[in-house]
């Protein structure tokens, strides 16, 4: 059996400016995803800073506006805390002191009342021997969600604490 293999679609500057507005105009897109998409349209790093420069100047793609609705979406609707976000968004190339200032909208007090909510419905499904396990098994569960050490410690002590399973100590 013979496999076909497609040959890579490639696009002229205009062609890939058009998509990128049609694109942009449909949903948010960072300056990190349309230089991957131009990539992968076969661009110059040239051509691409042209096109990216021009959906810039017209307003189709803000990275500021593009980490404020991330942070937003990943926050409120995926229930994830700051260092998860951080680190996705630095993985969409966005500058540092913009993802500073999307995130700097975290109300602390929301974000520690979300981690409780996350940590009071995880506990419940969670299996445990002892209050030093569940309190790891949690722990480990709050850090993963990508919020402060801090932040999920005293969750997780206030949900055992209400429990009446306290644990002062490391050892089972």
């Not at 110059?44 to 042209?50: H, I, M, N, Y």
């Not at 709050?142 to 999920?152: C, K």
């Amino acid at each position: 059996m013979e496999s076909t293999i497609k040959p890579k679609r490639t696009k002229t500057p205009e062609q890939a400016l058009h998509a990128l507005m049609r694109l942009c105009a449909r949903a948010e897109k960072s300056s990190g995803d349309a230089r991957r998409l131009m990539r992968g349209w076969g661009l110059s790093p040239t051509e691409a800073e042209q096109v990216l420069q021009r959906l810039t100047s017209e307003r189709f793609i803000d990275d500021s506006r593009y980490a404020s609705a991330f942070v937003r979406e990943k926050c409120h609707l995926s229930g994830w805390g700051s260092y998860k976000i951080r680190a996705a968004l630095a993985r969409k190339e966005i500058d540092r002191a913009l993802i500073d200032e999307a995130l700097s909208a975290i109300d602390p007090a929301e974000n520690s009342r979300r981690i409780a909510e996350q940590i009071a419905r995880k506990a419940r499904s969670t299996k445990a021997e002892s209050a030093y396990e569940l309190r790891t098994k949690l722990m480990r569960y709050g850090l993963s969600r990508g919020f402060e050490f801090d932040t999920v410690s005293q969750a997780v002590d206030q949900y055992l604490k209400n429990q009446n399973q306290e644990c002062d100590t490391f050892f089972p």
